[in-house]
């Protein structure tokens, strides 16, 4: 049997399905990866194309019941929000009123950017590695940054506005829901329960052994330095990608009800 798999191609993804796409732990059952870009995965999970997909929680609000929440394998954690950033230092509420690169309207950083500043000017949307490019350029007057932007924006010369995980943790003293691993409702649950348990061990898998995936990281990530990938991993990859765990499960229904309050 084989699974259609949506995850990303960014170093944290990697490192933690790298054993399950290669069969390193025990399933009964082969991957079949799709690597796209978060908003694209979120777009797909629309239609129900993938049978386990990462998905951005701000786009499981919109998602009905087509995908059921797997406890593994989630991106969660404190101090891993989205950033604006800006070519001057300005505040919040300043750079917002006016043209801002989002990386896809149904990804959490969006949702999160409405929440922290509801009077949002235009939203633009552009591909999230090409946000940096286009603040530089003067297209947009800032930023919604994710992923290893994070680490570079300094390079570009731009300045952060906004820490929006700050932000969400300081509002609700909880951490930052980003995205996790979801199952297409046709599934039957106990496949369910055995993808659970196969993305569980390859988490854990890729813990026990950090270096076993450096050259699938590498092959996907090639433009990213192994400082960045390696900053990129620390940062996402968590005990909350083992089991999301009550606190975990109580971030993601604050912001999903938050952000179908403010929709």
């Not at 929440?69 to 101090?79: K, Q």
Request: charged share 25%; hydrophobic share 45%; aromatic share 6%.
């Amino acid at each position: 049997m084989r699974l259609t798999f949506g995850f990303t191609p960014c170093p944290n993804d990697a490192f933690a399905f790298h054993a399950l796409v290669h069969g390193l732990v025990s399933a009964p059952f082969e991957v079949e990866p799709v690597l796209l870009d978060i908003e694209e995965l979120n777009r797909k999970a629309g239609a129900g194309d993938l049978q386990l997909t990462k998905l951005s929680f701000g786009a499981a609000a919109a998602s009905g019941d087509r995908y059921r929440l797997l406890r593994s394998g989630a991106a969660l954690g404190r101090g891993v929000g989205p950033l604006v950033v800006a070519r001057e230092q300005s505040s919040l509420q300043e750079v917002t009123a006016g043209r801002v690169a989002v990386p896809g309207r149904e990804t959490t950083a969006f949702a999160l950017l409405r929440l922290a500043a509801p009077a949002l000017g235009e939203a633009v949307e552009i591909r999230y590695d090409r946000i940096l490019d286009a603040v530089v350029a003067g297209e947009v007057d800032a930023g919604l940054i994710i992923h290893e932007s994070r680490f570079t924006y300094g390079e570009h010369g731009l300045v952060s506005v906004a820490d929006l995980g700050e932000w969400w943790e300081g509002d609700t003293g909880l951490p930052v829901p980003l995205a996790g691993i979801f199952a297409c409702d046709d599934l039957e649950p106990e496949l369910v329960a055995e993808a659970e348990s196969a993305i569980r061990a390859s988490v854990e898998y890729a813990f026990a052994n950090p270096e076993a995936s450096r050259d699938y990281v590498r092959s996907l990530a090639h433009e990213l330095s192994d400082e960045v990938c390696s900053a990129h991993i620390a940062l996402y990859v968590n005990e909350h990608s083992v089991d999301i765990g009550e606190e975990g499960l109580a971030a993601i229904d604050r912001l999903i009800g938050r952000a179908r309050a403010a929709a």
